[in-house]
């Protein structure tokens, strides 16, 4: 499994700002290249302004989901 970046991340990629059941996936920054649990905690993170995916950049690469979710 990849990595996930935050603030007291869990197992289930959940985070200080959300942790609910439905907060169990991470998103690929383009920016930097790192999941995420949320845009709070890659601005509490990282030293740079987040960029948002392109359109055509879009694709499920981009999303993390753990074992646990039903997406």
């Known amino acids: ?3 996930v970046h935050g603030l007291d991340v ?3 990629t959940q ?7 439905k907060d ?10 790192k999941f995420y649990a949320c845009i ?7 030293a ?9 950049e879009r694709g499920a690469e981009g999303r993390l989901a753990t074992e646990q979710a039903k997406c």
């Open 40 to 46: 709070k905690c890659h601005e509490a993170c990282e």
């Open 48 to 56: 740079h302004e987040a960029r948002v995916w392109r359109r055509d």
């Open 24 to 33: 169990v996936i991470a998103i690929k920054h383009p920016c930097c290249k």
């Open 1 to 3: 499994m990849s990595t």
């Open 15 to 21: 985070c200080k700002h959300y942790s609910s059941p």
């Open 10 to 12: 869990n197992d289930k």
